[in-house]
C-alpha cells in the first residue's frame, strides 16, 4: 500500500505526527513545525524567526520545517503557551511575562525591577537562572530554545505624564495576564486590567483603559501611540522572551535534530538582540516624531519602594521560589 505517512505528518503539529507515525510504526522523516508569532512582518522578532526557520530547513535538507504564523493569528498569547504545552502547536515565540500562570518559576522575572539593567538581564538569562528558569519550563512541558530581548517595559497612558507612582492612582491600565502583574498596578493605586495584546489599541481608543505599558518597538508597532501620547520611562519591567518549542515536539526529533533547533534558535537569537536595539531607536524616533510626549523617570526609587507589597506577598505564596529571587536580586 502507498501509504504516504510523512505526507500526512507534515500536516500535523510534530508531536501529533509523532504519535501517528508511532502507532503507524513509522519513524517520522519530516515535519513542520508550526510556530507562533504574535508580532507583525519586519518585527525585530518575526525577522528573527524567519532566520531560525531558514536555518532548520537547511541544516535538515528540508527534513523539518517551520511554518510561521505571525500577528497572532493563531490565538492569544495565553492560549499559545497552553497550546505549545500540549503539543497542538510545535514553537511560540512567547514573552515570560503571561507564562507565569502556567509556568511559575517564569513568574521570577515578572517581579518589577528584578533586573537592573538589560546587559544583567542577559547575564542572568545566558546563565545559569536562564538554565533553572529553562528547567521549570520544561517540568511543564515546554523547552526553552533561546532567550530573546524585549527592552524595558514603560508606562503610556492618555491623560498625564508619570513621575511618581502616585501619577498612576485612579488610572485604568492594561496589564499582561498574569496576576503579578494586577498586583504591580494596584500597588501605585491604580486600576488593572488584564487583556490580551491584541484588544488593547481598541480598549485604549475608546477609553476602557487609560493606558498600558510596553517596550518601545511593541509601543509604535501596535499604534498604541495614536491612542496614549504620555509615555513615561519607568522601565519597571525587564521581562525576556523565548523561543519556545512544545516538549512533546522536542522530544519527536533525533539528537542530531534537536541540535540543529538549539543552535538555530540560539543564531537567531543574537540577530534578534541586533535588530532589537536598532528598532528600539527608530520606534523612539518615530513616536516622538508623531508629537508624543516622552519623559525619562528620573527618580524609579518611589516606584521600587511600592513594589515592596508586591514582592511579600509573592514570596510568601512562593516559597520555593525565594532562593532565585535572591540570587536574581544579587546578580551583577
Ligand atoms: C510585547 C511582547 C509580546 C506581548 C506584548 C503584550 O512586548 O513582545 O509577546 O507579550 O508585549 O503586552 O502582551
Known amino acids: 500500500m502507498n501509504h504516504p505517512v510523512s505526507r500526512i505528518a507534515r500536516r500535523l503539529p510534530l508531536a501529533l505526527a509523532a504519535g501517528f507515525a508511532a502507532t ?18 519586519g518585527y525585530p522578532n518575526t525577522v528573527a524567526l ?26 492569544s498569547q495565553p492560549d499559545a503557551i497552553e497550546q ?16 507565569g500562570t502556567s509556568v511559575p518559576a517564569t513568574n521570577a522575572v515578572s517581579l518589577p525591577f528584578i533586573f537592573k539593567s538589560i546587559p544583567q538581564m542577559y547575564r542572568a538569562m545566558d546563565g545559569e537562572i536562564g538554565d533553572l528558569i529553562g528547567e521549570g519550563m520544561a517540568e511543564k512541558g515546554i523547552v526553552a530554545l533561546a532567550w530573546y530581548d524585549s527592552g ?8 498625564r505624564p508619570i513621575n511618581t507612582p502616585a501619577d498612576v492612582e485612579g488610572l485604568k491600565i492594561r496589564v499582561m495576564n498574569n496576576d503579578l502583574f494586577v498586583g504591580m498596578i494596584e500597588a501605585m493605586g491604580g486600576n488593572a486590567t488584564p487583556m490580551a ?13 487609560d493606558g ?20 513615561s520611562l519607568s522601565e519597571h519591567l525587564i521581562i525576556p522572551e523565548c523561543v519556545c518549542m512544545s516538549k512533546r515536539s522536542w522530544d519527536a526529533l533525533s539528537a542530531e535534530q534537536q541540535d540543529i533547533v538549539k543552535t538555530a534558535a ?7 538582540r541586533e535588530l532589537w536595539s536598532a528598532r528600539q531607536e527608530e520606534s523612539m524616533a518615530k513616536v516622538k516624531a508623531a508629537g508624543v510626549e516622552v519623559n525619562t ?31 536574581m536580586q544579587a546578580a551583577e
Open 24 to 41: 503507524m510504526s513509522v519513524a517520522v522523516d519530516a515535519a513542520e513545525l508550526r510556530a507562533w508569532n504574535i508580532h507583525p512582518e
Open 50 to 75: 524567519e532566520m531560525f526557520a531558514e536555518e532548520v530547513a537547511e541544516k535538515t535538507d528540508g527534513e523539518i520545517t517551520v511554518q510561521l504564523f505571525n500577528g497572532g493569528v493563531l490565538g
Open 84 to 99: 505549545v504545552r500540549l503539543g497542538a502547536l510545535d514553537v511560540g515565540q512567547f514573552n515570560l511575562g503571561p507564562m
Open 152 to 159: 524595558a517595559r514603560s508606562f503610556y497612558n492618555s491623560e
Open 197 to 209: 495584546f491584541a484588544e488593547v489599541l481598541q480598549s485604549l481608543q475608546t477609553g476602557v483603559v
Open 212 to 231: 498600558a505599558e510596553n517596550n518601545p518597538p511593541s509601543y509604535e508597532s501596535t499604534s498604541h501611540y495614536e491612542a496614549a501620547k504620555y509615555y
Open 266 to 272: 540560539r543564531n537567531s537569537a543574537e540577530s534578534q
Open 297 to 327: 523617570v528620573e527618580d524609579k526609587a518611589p516606584f521600587q519602594a511600592a513594589m515592596a507589597p508586591v514582592y511579600e506577598q509573592f514570596l510568601a505564596a512562593n516559597p520555593d521560589m525565594v532562593e532565585l529571587v535572591e540570587k
